[in-house]
């Protein structure tokens, strides 16, 4: 497995933002697709979006769209998520992951979002 380690959640409030990092343990990383997914308590995981290896394309989930940008530095190793205009709804524990992880079920600790006034 690829490690990653999730940082930078914490509590915020409405209409707030954070900027949530993820680094990876290996090089490997920059030849890879990574996402970005959120399971809120009682509630499936699901993806929040998604950067191809280059960081040419990205994808986000209808609910976070026009609030959240992915974006990745494949000389750190990292991909990162800018939230902003924080919502309540976004309350979750935030992963990040890429599909040789997703095939072995393999995931981080995740970091918590709490958006609350």
């Known amino acids: 497995q690829v490690q990653l380690v999730e940082s930078g959640g914490g509590l915020v409030q409405p209409g707030g933002s954070l900027r949530l990092s993820c680094a990876a343990s290996?090089?490997?990383?920059?030849?890879?697709?990574m996402g970005w997914y959120r399971q809120a308590p009682g509630k499936e995981r699901e993806l929040v979006a998604d950067i191809t290896s280059g960081g040419g394309r990205t994808n986000y989930a209808d609910s976070v769209k026009g609030r959240f940008t992915i974006s990745r530095d494949n000389a750190k190793n990292t991909v990162y998520l800018q939230m902003n205009s924080l919502k309540p709804e976004d309350t979750a524990v935030y992963y990040c992951?890429?599909?040789?992880?997703?095939?072995?079920?393999?995931w981080g600790q995740g970091t918590q979002v709490t958006v609350s006034s």
């Open positions: 290996s090089s490997i990383f920059r030849f890879s697709t």
């Open positions: 992951n890429l599909p040789s992880n997703l095939r072995g079920n393999y």
